[in-house]
């Protein structure tokens, strides 16, 4: 079973950066695409970001700019680096290894 264990949320301003990262239990890990999505309160949960094993990188149009996915498969982590944050930005964080997923981190945005 893969366990995922987000961390790295929090509150910020607006203007502000956070990274956040996502620890995988197991060797798939460096064979996986990893997968960053989003759910604010009352939406639906949606992608956010997404790295393959060789590291090619695909972002939704809301965040492509600001964020920047990037992987260490030494360390079997994902991170997720948030710059120039939005109070639309502010929703739980999840990541994603196929059928598999974190936690989730509160990332809260203040205007």
């Known amino acids: 079973q893969v366990q995922l264990v987000e961390s790295g949320g929090g509150l910020v301003q607006a203007g502000g950066s956070l990274r956040l990262s996502c620890v995988v239990s197991?060797?798939?890990?460096?064979?996986?695409?990893m997968t960053w999505y989003r759910q604010a309160p009352g939406k639906q949960r949606e992608l956010v970001a997404t790295?393959?094993?060789?590291?090619?990188?695909n972002y939704a149009d809301f965040v492509k700019g600001r964020f920047t996915i990037a992987r260490d498969n030494a360390k079997n982590t994902v991170y997720l680096q948030m710059n120039s944050l939005k109070p639309e930005d502010t929703a739980v964080y999840y990541c994603?290894?196929?059928?598999?997923w974190g936690q989730g981190t509160q990332v809260t945005v203040s205007s």
């Open positions: 994603n290894l196929f059928k598999s």
């Open positions: 197991g060797d798939i890990f460096k064979i996986a695409t």
């Open positions: 790295i393959t094993s060789r590291e090619s990188t």
